[in-house]
């Protein structure tokens, strides 16, 4: 594993803007940066590829568990309300796209070590199967790179056609200023639509219910079908999705309920008391205590690394802000990001329907939030 130092394309934001990354720069610089990429060898990209698929697999065994437990529902964060649509939802199998992006702690040496999952809402899933792949064919045309992103997302679609009413799916996000969100969920909906779907948008705010309780669009359609890039967690504190709760199965929701189940924090303390040990796994728990060595303080529900406390030895050293209540908190062994010159690198693997699909880099400081840059990688 290596950081090469590059030029950038020139015209480089033309050219990433062609695949619809529109965010790829502030008045800060660039969120895109292909001054420099990430190059591994063959041995380290299986490497990431098996860890990536063995803690799918550890996910779900603790899914299992925890959906057929309300006190480590509770702990998850899912209120008592949602219990039974959540367990009915992940043991009815609904159909689901079942993809999610695993952040790791990886230099190279060592197993790639698990930071958490962002499996309901994942974000820099453009950036990782479109804009990087045109940017090593142009740069390093001979080169790989592990990143089937695309192709495996564009099969669930495939799959989903044939076990959703009328392949009929909506589309909704927040309307957010900086287009982020609006530019996931259209890729989203073109991969639905390369696959046979009739789609719609809808922004979430003009999602409604009509006088039975089920969802309806601006212009009152019945939804049927809706991807979200919502988190669950905001919608079941929602007044609005506790009255949607009564009538939750009459849309095929995308991703499910059962979500909740990985999406939290929580879940990280409950792998760590199923597989002990385990080379993927960091030691976890909701008892600061617990932690015998240097840790990261994290919200049970947070985002983009916010709200987030590094202790050494004993001594608060690092804090990131934010909106997200502490009162709820998961401690997780302190992993040692090895700095490759201009930032430390967290690797984002993602997985879909149990198999390593992609890999995008970002770059930040010890705590990686909002502000890290995405950089791109190569095989060497």
Same mark, same amino acid.
Request: hydrophobic residues 40%; contains cysteine.
């Given at each position: 594993?290596?950081?090469? =130092?590059?030029?950038?394309?020139?015209?480089?934001?033309?050219?990433?803007?062609?695949?619809?990354?529109?965010?790829? $720069?502030?008045?800060?610089?660039?969120?895109?940066?292909?001054?420099?990429?990430?190059?591994?060898?063959?041995?380290?990209?299986?490497?990431?590829?098996?860890?990536?698929?063995?803690?799918?697999?550890?996910?779900?065994?603790?899914?299992?568990?925890?959906?057929?437990?309300?006190?480590?529902?509770?702990?998850?964060?899912?209120?008592? $309300?949602?219990?039974?649509?959540?367990? *009915?939802? +992940?043991?009815?199998?609904?159909?689901?796209?079942?993809? %999610?992006?695993?952040?790791?702690?990886?230099?190279?040496?060592?197993?790639?070590?698990?930071?958490?999952?962002?499996?309901? =809402?994942?974000?820099?899933?453009?950036? *990782?199967?479109?804009?990087?792949?045109?940017?090593?064919?142009?740069?390093?045309?001979?080169?790989?790179?592990?990143?089937?992103?695309?192709?495996?997302?564009?099969?669930?679609?495939?799959?989903?056609?044939?076990?959703? $009413?009328?392949?009929?799916?909506?589309? =909704?996000?927040?309307?957010?200023?900086?287009?982020?969100?609006?530019?996931?969920?259209?890729?989203?909906?073109?991969?639905?639509?390369? &696959? @046979?779907?009739? *789609?719609?948008?809808?922004?979430?705010?003009?999602?409604?219910?009509?006088?039975?309780?089920?969802?309806?669009?601006? !212009?009152?359609?019945?939804?049927?079908?809706?991807?979200?890039?919502?988190?669950?967690?905001?919608?079941?504190?929602?007044?609005? @999705?506790? &009255?949607?709760?009564?009538?939750?199965?009459?849309?095929? +929701?995308?991703?499910?309920?059962?979500?909740?189940?990985? $999406?939290?924090?929580?879940?990280?303390?409950?792998?760590?008391?199923?597989?002990? %040990?385990?080379?993927?796994?960091?030691?976890?728990?909701?008892?600061?205590?617990?932690?015998?060595?240097?840790?990261?303080?994290?919200?049970?529900?947070?985002?983009?690394?916010?709200?987030?406390?590094?202790?050494?030895?004993?001594?608060?050293?690092?804090?990131?802000?934010?909106?997200?209540?502490?009162?709820?908190?998961?401690?997780?062994?302190?992993?040692?990001?090895?700095?490759? %010159?201009?930032?430390?690198?967290?690797?984002?693997?993602?997985?879909?329907? %149990?198999?390593?699909?992609?890999?995008?880099?970002?770059? !930040?400081?010890?705590?990686?939030?909002?502000?890290?840059?995405?950089?791109?990688?190569?095989?060497?």
């Amino acid at each position: 594993m290596r950081r090469l =130092t590059l030029q950038p394309r020139s015209n480089w934001q033309a050219r990433v803007e062609e695949h619809g990354l529109v965010w790829h $720069s502030d008045a800060d610089g660039p969120y895109w940066d292909e001054s420099a990429c990430y190059e591994f060898t063959l041995p380290e990209i299986a490497t990431i590829e098996d860890a990536t698929e063995e803690v799918q697999r550890l996910y779900c065994d603790a899914a299992e568990r925890i959906a057929s437990n309300p006190e480590l529902m509770a702990l998850c964060g899912i209120p008592g $309300s949602w219990h039974e649509a959540v367990s *009915t939802s +992940w043991k009815s199998a609904v159909p689901a796209l079942d993809y %999610g992006r695993f952040d790791f702690g990886y230099n190279g040496s060592g197993p790639p070590k698990l930071f958490e999952y962002n499996c309901d =809402t994942p974000t820099a899933m453009l950036e *990782t199967a479109i804009v990087q792949w045109f940017w090593k064919e142009e740069v390093f045309p001979e080169a790989d790179q592990l990143n089937s992103l695309h192709e495996k997302l564009l099969a669930r679609w495939q799959t989903l056609r044939g076990q959703i $009413s009328g392949a009929q799916a909506w589309f =909704t996000h927040v309307a957010d200023e900086a287009h982020e969100d609006a530019i996931t969920t259209t890729y989203m909906r073109e991969l639905a639509m390369e &696959a @046979g779907f009739d *789609t719609l948008a809808v922004l979430i705010d003009q999602i409604g219910l009509d006088a039975e309780g089920r969802l309806v669009d601006q !212009d009152d359609q019945l939804i049927t079908a809706l991807f979200k890039l919502y988190p669950w967690e905001w919608l079941v504190a929602e007044e609005f @999705g506790e &009255a949607a709760r009564a009538r939750l199965s009459d849309t095929v +929701w995308l991703e499910p309920v059962w979500k909740m189940l990985m $999406s939290n924090k929580a879940i990280l303390a409950i792998l760590w008391d199923m597989f002990p %040990g385990h080379p993927n796994l960091l030691p976890a728990s909701l008892d600061a205590g617990a932690i015998k060595s240097d840790y990261v303080s994290k919200p049970v529900h947070a985002r983009e690394g916010a709200n987030i406390e590094i202790v050494r030895r004993g001594r608060l050293v690092q804090r990131s802000g934010g909106d997200y209540s502490r009162s709820r908190l998961v401690f997780q062994q302190l992993y040692p990001l090895r700095d490759f %010159g201009r930032g430390m690198p967290v690797l984002g693997s993602w997985i879909v329907a %149990g198999e390593a699909a992609g890999l995008g880099i970002r770059e !930040d400081g010890a705590i990686t939030g909002n502000r890290a840059r995405f950089l791109p990688h190569i095989i060497a």
